[in-house]
């Protein structure tokens, strides 16, 4: 069975750069989660999707992220315009039962903004 | 508000030895706790979780861990540490706010195995 995908593994930008970064979840997996890793820290969910809609988005900076899950399949992440504290390890992750259940993480995708 | 804490940041412990990697939480009702493992350069690994029944719970690799309600704990714990064990450890707890599940990470233990 494969894993969740991500990529690109890693992304340098200037700062006021715009990056998007995609994620395939297992398939079958209707939950999709983003997660944001910053460097010391632990992982702090940004969005949560339920198919292609959204059922948490509390702890997205919507000034600047966006994340889409159309067909309620793939995902992407953007950000636009970066700033330096979004340096961070951006995790895709996707489940069967919601957050109730185990968590299947994709690699991650580094983001460093200069 | 809801809170898992992992109060070290580094446990160092020798191969053989048994090792314990602790965590704690705050939340409302009844939690669903994990750990997960995440070695560098590498997403996060479900090690196991509790849910309900027996306290002690036994996953992955050999580690097991012990829920205790009163004292808001579930510490990780394996009877004889590797070498390979050495990797980044997170405790996480899954709780109900509003129209669904949310699940939150503490902050990381780094396990550290001496040869």
């Known amino acids: 069975e494969a894993g969740v995908a991500q990529s690109p593994r890693y992304k340098i930008i200037e700062k006021r750069q715009s990056v998007a970064f995609w994620c395939n979840p297992i398939?079958?997996?209707?939950?999709l989660y983003w997660y944001q890793q910053i460097l010391g820290q632990g992982p702090k969910l940004l969005i949560q999707?339920?198919?292609?809609?959204?059922?948490?988005d509390s702890q997205l900076p919507k000034d600047r992220f966006s994340a889409e899950r159309l067909k309620g399949v793939d995902s992407t992440l953007k950000i636009q315009p970066a700033k330096l504290e979004d340096s961070a390890v951006y995790l895709c992750?996707?489940?069967?039962?919601?957050?109730?259940?185990?968590?299947?993480f994709g690699e991650g995708s580094r983001l460093t903004v200069l | 508000a809801q809170s898992v804490a992992q109060p070290e940041d580094q446990v160092n412990v020798a191969e053989g030895n048994p090792l314990t990697v602790k965590c704690t939480y705050s939340?409302?009702?009844?939690?669903?706790l994990f750990w997960y493992v995440q070695y560098p350069n590498r997403g996060l690994q479900f090690l196991l979780k509790?849910?309900?029944?027996?306290?002690l719970v036994k996953g992955s690799y050999g580690f097991e861990a012990e829920f205790n309600k009163s004292q808001t704990s579930f510490h990780l714990k394996k009877p004889s540490a590797l070498v390979s064990d050495s990797a980044l450890y997170f405790c996480?707890?899954?709780?109900?706010?509003?129209?669904?599940?949310?699940?939150?990470f503490g902050t990381g233990t780094l396990l550290a195995v001496q040869p």
């Open positions: 992750a996707s489940s069967l039962a919601g957050a109730t259940g185990e968590l299947f």
């Open positions: 398939s079958g997996h209707a939950t």
């Open positions: 999707f339920q198919n292609n809609g959204v059922v948490d």
């Open positions: 939340v409302s009702g009844n939690p669903y």
């Open positions: 509790y849910i309900t029944g027996d306290n």
């Open positions: 996480a707890v899954s709780y109900r706010g509003g129209a669904t599940n949310k699940l939150i």
